[in-house]
């Protein structure tokens, strides 16, 4: 989506920790959304942060919200084989219901 | 635990034809959505329906029709299918009400020759 930006490809190792950066435009975001896509399948919810929080942690995830710059990160932790998918970024707008997604970040994990 | 159903999982067409993707939740959810998703584009919104008996376009709806024909179900018609309509289709739902999950179906693989 126009409104959501992310970039295309990230390569990572093993056990490295992976970085995913996100930017959106419109400052009336309410929630902001990291979700992931294996191959051949629709899309699942990793996490999500309130736009009033400037991080949140999850296990192995840590998201990192910078209202100011309306830039979004998703890190994960000790990147794993299995962590190879497209995550996609997502923001709900204040009124109405739609979700409006990124162009999606294809990561790739290398033994 | 059928979640979000849609069907058929793949469908090509001639230019000019005409379908529908069906949709179906189980899971009461007020919400759904149509996404298409093609090669470096993302997923980008066709249409959705916040709550029944309501739709709204999405950032590209144009040739494309929706129905909300009940909670359950929501279906997306290609009236005159282009070339450039070939992608691949996703339909979600989730409660109403922000911060809700959103639940994605499997996909329908649509090719227009």
């Known amino acids: 989506g126009e409104d959501v930006e992310q970039s295309l490809f990230l390569s990572v190792r093993e056990g490295d920790s992976s970085v995913i950066n996100c930017t959106y435009t419109?400052?009336?975001?309410?929630?902001l959304y990291w979700y992931k896509q294996e191959p051949g399948a629709g899309l699942q919810l990793l996490t999500y942060?309130?736009?009033?929080?400037d991080m949140k942690q999850d296990q192995r995830l840590t998201v990192l919200l910078n209202k100011k710059d309306k830039h979004l990160s998703l890190r994960i932790a000790d990147t794993q084989t299995g962590d190879s998918a497209i995550y996609f970024c997502?923001?709900?707008?204040?009124?109405?219901?739609?979700?409006?997604f990124g162009g999606g970040t294809r990561v790739l994990v290398k033994p | 635990n059928a979640g979000v159903t849609q069907t058929p999982k793949f469908q090509v067409l001639k230019t000019g034809q005409s379908m529908t993707l069906q949709c179906a939740q189980d899971?009461?959810?007020?919400?759904m959505y149509w996404y298409r998703q093609d090669p470096g584009m993302g997923l980008r919104l066709i249409y959705y329906?916040?709550?029944?008996?309501?739709?709204d376009k999405g950032e590209v709806p144009n040739g494309y029709n929706v129905s909300r024909l009940n909670k359950r179900e929501f279906s997306l018609r290609l009236e005159s299918a282009a070339p450039s309509q070939t992608s691949v289709y996703f339909c979600?739902?989730?409660?109403?009400?922000?911060?809700?999950?959103?639940?994605f179906g499997q996909g329908t693989r649509l090719t227009v020759v």
């Open positions: 329906s916040a709550s029944e008996g309501t739709t």
């Open positions: 979600a739902s989730r409660e109403a009400g922000q911060g809700a999950e959103a639940f």
């Open positions: 997502a923001e709900e707008k204040a009124a109405g219901n739609k979700l409006t």
């Open positions: 899971m009461n959810h007020n919400s």
């Open positions: 419109d400052s009336s975001s309410t929630y």
């Open positions: 942060i309130f736009s009033n929080m």
